[in-house]
């Protein structure tokens, strides 16, 4: 089964792409943005603590972040295999994904970086923002999200890199074209999607 990050700057496509891995590797795509932005629509406890840091474009501390992606990462589902989108993020949860990996004795197989320049994103993220109406999708907040990226995040794509374990990808471009190549580039490094989804592709 294969294990997988997708790494990119807020509106490069990670959310779309993160679906069609998902089916084409039968694997979960596990999205940190998502389960917290379920939190705040339900209004949980875990969505009271963090809805000021999302809607400041603000990244969540990295004890409540580590504690719900170990929390998911036990479940049965993703056990054999999963994706992770949107994390880790920061130093620390590489840290953290790495203690839990060593834990179950496994280790991820690609992370697939997913390039998009600033411009380009910006444009992508007002688009949602008209269509979506998502509170972190404004002009003020995505510019401060697209900062903290290159500052906390940005730096992770090295770190993956010295192992090894770097895919980039170019976001620019329909969903097809873009899934094609991160497949194509996949397959490249002998992680192949299951051949049911391979062939719907
Ligand atoms: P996303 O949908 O991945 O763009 O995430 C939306 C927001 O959720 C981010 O701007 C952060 O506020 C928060 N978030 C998601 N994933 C993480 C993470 N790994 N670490 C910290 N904050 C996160």
């Known amino acids: ?13 990670k959310g779309t792409q993160a679906e069609r891995l998902s089916e084409a590797f039968a694997v979960p795509a596990i999205s940190t943005g998502d389960i917290f932005r ?6 949980t406890e875990l969505g009271v603590k963090v809805k000021a840091f999302i809607d400041a474009g603000a990244y969540v501390p990295d004890s409540l972040t580590n504690e719900i992606v170990s ?12 994706l992770l989108d949107g994390y880790p993020r920061t130093a620390d949860q590489v840290q953290e994904l790495d203690r839990l990996l060593e834990a179950d004795g496994t280790a991820l197989d ?3 970086l997913i390039v998009a320049d600033t411009e380009e994103v910006v444009a992508r993220l007002l688009k949602r923002a008209a269509e979506q109406g998502r509170a972190d999708d ?4 995505i510019r401060h999200r697209l900062s903290v990226y290159e500052e906390q995040t940005a ?4 770190l993956y ?3 090894g374990l770097v895919v980039t990808v170019d976001g ?7 899934t094609g190549r991160i497949l194509a580039a996949l397959a490249a490094r002998g992680l192949n999607a299951t051949e049911e989804a391979a062939s719907t592709t």
């Open 138 to 141: 404004t002009a003020d907040v």
């Open 1 to 13: 089964m294969t294990r997988l990050l997708l790494i990119g700057p807020p509106g490069a496509g």
């Open 155 to 158: 730096p992770l794509i090295d």
């Open 38 to 43: 379920f939190n705040v629509k339900n209004n």
């Open 71 to 82: 929390d998911r990462l036990k479940q049965a589902d993703a056990v054999a295999g999963f």
């Open 172 to 178: 620019l471009g329909a969903v097809d074209e873009v």
């Open 110 to 112: 690609a992370v697939v």
């Open 161 to 163: 890199g010295s192992r």
